[in-house]
């Protein structure tokens, strides 16, 4: 069996991130979830090879990829690292991947009270709908896993927030929850190393149950609608597509595609 996991960082344990900033380089946090997202990895990646897996890929997403100290992850993996890809899971296409698994995913964009809720950006959207359902990078990369990997995903470790909207579209998912939310940047943290010992367990329990896991997608063609946090990213939007964009107001804007695969 091979295996996938996607690691962004908001979702972390231990990460609340600052006020109108997003997790950077030069976040206050960004060293500590670094490292904690190395500690996430390995135990998934440990529960995952306990269960017979024989690859394990990690996928190395948050802002421009390259947040992980490659040393200090479980030797036994392979890496995606980098940025240029057309689509998202890159270089994954071809590997016969079981299932996929998500570390450090975050609350979607119209989170109210979500840690570091964001869509795709912290400084572009305020919600993305497809088909007229608010979805968040859970969903997307979901989606993208059936329609590129044709793999289900088994299991994400996120705030309480997160993981009840993956719950909603995935019902199948096996789940740790890292932090009880009490605002963007306020939390009830679960001590960092007892989430580890949580997503080594979960991650086996998820892998047992591997026949119960479903694929996520949606009907295409896809109806779009994409409202902006700032109006003049909708402008460009609005101008820039030839076909069929529709100027829902200042903010928003509603096309069709012909494929999800045309967005991500
Ligand atoms: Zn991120």
């Known amino acids: ?30 060293e500590f979830a670094k490292k904690q997202a190395v500690r996430e990895i390995n135990a998934a990646a440990a529960g995952l090879f ?31 690292a980098g940025v240029g890809a057309k689509h998202r899971w890159p270089g994954l296409y071809d590997k016969n991947i079981d299932a996929a698994l998500l570390l450090g995913y975050h609350p979607k964009a119209d989170t109210y009270g979500g ?13 993305l709908k497809i088909n007229g359902k608010s979805m968040g990078e859970i969903e997307i990369d979901a989606v993208s896993a059936c329609r590129l990997l044709n793999a289900p995903v088994i299991f994400a470790a996120s705030d309480d927030k997160a993981i009840s909207q993956a719950k909603e579209s995935l019902p199948w998912i096996k789940s740790v929850i890292t932090k009880e939310a009490l605002g963007r940047n ?55 597509k030839t076909k069929n964009v529709e100027l829902i107001d200042a903010f928003t804007v509603r096309f069709t595609a012909q494929s999800f695969l045309e967005l991500y």
Not at 115 to 127: A, F
Not at 196 to 225: G, S, W
Request: with cysteine.
């Open 1 to 30: 069996m091979n295996f996938a996991i996607a690691c962004d960082l908001e979702g972390l344990a231990g990460v609340v991130g600052f006020p109108k900033e997003g997790l950077g380089t030069t976040s206050k946090q960004y």
């Open 186 to 240: 306020l939390a009830v943290l679960k001590h960092p190393l007892r989430v580890v010992d949580e997503i080594n367990e979960t991650v086996k329990n998820a892998v047992e149950h591997l026949e119960d896991m479903q694929l996520y997608d949606v009907e295409d063609p896809v109806e779009v609608e994409m409202r902006f946090l700032r109006l003049e990213d909708a402008e460009k939007v609005y101008k820039s």
């Open 115 to 127: 840690i570091l809720s964001h869509t795709c950006s912290s400084v572009t959207y305020q919600y």
């Open 50 to 80: 306990d269960s017979n897996a024989d690859k394990v890929y990690v996928w190395d997403n948050h802002n421009g990829s390259l947040n992980l100290d490659y040393m200090e992850l479980d030797k036994r993996v392979d890496i995606v």
